[in-house]
């Protein structure tokens, strides 16, 4: 099944910082986010190679972020001897990165890795008529592990700079991974989308519907719905910060706040990641290169084999002839952790491996849509030649090197874990 990219919502004109939301937060920029390396909060002087989980701010400060993420790091199950941590009092940075090799960039091998003792585990998420179903799916402490692997830096600087917005960071890239775990929207195949109209017009909440409560029946009403994979994937980011300050840690100023953001131009489904992630694309507007996202931020730079569990990645496809194909010009892909992708449509019984992504994506060139359908066409693929396509375009693959995340939103109250992790 193909991941429609193209077609994309128009952008909105937007004023930045000409509208304000509740709490007297401007709507955009964006608040503390996980920053590209050319907006990273470092000083002159400071060490360009760092990578993990960084804080940045004074340095009483990160006194207490030393002791806090001490215990947070310990109940979590994570040994001090997987953890380097660097305390620069003069760069007023506190860096916590995996004892792994220097040229370890994967996390897709993380849960085979017997030092790191992972485990699945399971959570419920609400069902119809107040029901609940248990999903098995990725542990917090695999999250803060690929957080703090080489290959990235994420940096928590400013209003961002406590542990609470790292936990909040973690939760709601948990809650996102859970949402996407068992998904069957329909595919629209080229076609219109298709909403639930109770809930939605062509994409946008109907008046009176409360957006968390539209969001909601998407996952609940799977199949009133056909949608392409980049709108299907905003959707389980939105869904999984949205259901977070809604339910997992219910915090009613940030959900406002969080939906007066996707609301400001009524779109709630435009503008949510960045425009700089599209600039690979021959028809880009340069106008787009700057804007912010309503809800998500940008890494670049990013190395293979690096993915953090709530990531959303892209896929290249470079066969031109496939490629004019409406819907698989590309795929959209958020990983599970687990070395599992999501599969939107259930083709591959909801879930795809790395490899089997990176297959899914090349095998277009040889006219296999659908693997239940379309499996005789299938041609095998080398290890050398899979190894290659994980690779950046620019190094003769097809991942791109950036990756897409929610920002950061600090916690007004202690933060809670998904029940059963």
């Given at each position: 099944m193909a991941c429609l990219?193209?077609?994309?919502?128009?952008?909105?004109?937007l004023t930045i910082g000409a509208c304000l939301l509740a709490m007297g937060t401007p709507c955009l920029p964006a608040i503390a986010a996980t920053l590209p390396d050319a907006a990273r909060p470092m000083s002159a002087g400071s060490n360009p190679d760092a990578e993990g989980i960084q804080f940045?701010?004074?340095?009483a400060q990160l006194r207490q972020l030393e002791t806090g993420m001490r215990h947070y790091l310990h109940t979590l199950g994570i040994a001090p001897s997987l953890v380097a941590t660097v305390h620069d009092e003069?760069?007023?940075?506190?860096?916590?990165?995996?004892?792994?090799?220097?040229?370890?960039?994967?996390?897709?091998?993380?849960?085979?890795?017997?030092?790191?003792?992972?485990?699945?585990?399971?959570v419920s998420l609400p069902l119809k008529q107040n029901t609940t179903r248990a999903i098995p799916t990725v542990s917090q402490?695999?999250?803060?592990?690929?957080?703090?692997q080489h290959g990235r830096l994420t940096v928590f600087a400013g209003s961002a700079c406590h542990l609470a917005a790292l936990t909040d960071h973690v939760g709601i890239r948990q809650n996102t991974v859970a949402w996407a775990e068992k998904l069957e929207f329909g595919w629209p195949d080229g076609g219109p989308a298709r909403w639930n109209a109770k809930?939605?017009?062509?994409?946008?909440?109907?008046?009176g519907v409360p957006l968390h409560t539209a969001m909601a029946d998407m996952f609940r009403n799977q199949s009133a719905y056909e949608v392409g994979c980049y709108t299907a994937t905003k959707m389980v980011m939105i869904q999984g910060?949205?259901?977070?300050?809604?339910?997992?840690?219910?915090?009613?100023?940030k959900l406002k706040l969080i939906e007066a953001r996707l609301l400001t131009d009524g779109e709630p489904l435009v503008d949510v990641e960045p425009g700089r992630v599209w600039n690979f694309e021959s028809d880009f507007d340069a106008k787009e290169l700057e804007r912010p996202g309503k809800l998500l931020?940008?890494?670049?730079?990013?190395?293979?084999?690096?993915?953090?569990?709530?990531?959303?990645?892209y896929i290249v496809n470079p066969d031109r002839s496939s490629a004019s194909k409406i819907g698989y010009e590309g795929s959209n892909a958020i990983y599970l952790g687990r070395n599992k992708f999501e599969d939107f449509y259930n083709d591959n019984e909801h879930a795809y491996s790395y490899l089997q992504k990176l297959d899914e994506v090349y095998q277009w060139r040889n006219q296999v849509f659908s693997r239940r359908h379309d499996g005789d066409k299938i041609q095998p693929l080398t290890a050398q030649q899979i190894d290659r396509l994980g690779q950046p375009p620019q190094d003769g693959g097809i991942v791109l090197d950036?990756?897409?995340?929610?920002q950061f939103f600090g916690a007004s109250s202690p933060p809670q874990r998904l029940p059963g992790n």
């Open positions: 990219t193209l077609n994309r919502p128009s952008i909105s004109a940045h701010c004074p340095e003069r760069q007023k940075t506190l860096t916590y990165t995996l004892t792994t090799p220097l040229d370890d960039f994967n996390t897709l091998d993380f849960v085979a890795r017997p030092a790191l003792n992972l485990n699945e585990v399971r402490k695999e999250i803060v592990l690929a957080l703090m809930y939605w017009r062509n994409g946008t909440p109907r008046r910060v949205l259901d977070y300050f809604s339910r997992v840690r219910p915090d009613r100023a931020s940008a890494q670049f730079g990013v190395m293979p084999r690096n993915f953090v569990p709530g990531d959303w990645a950036w990756r897409v995340a929610h």
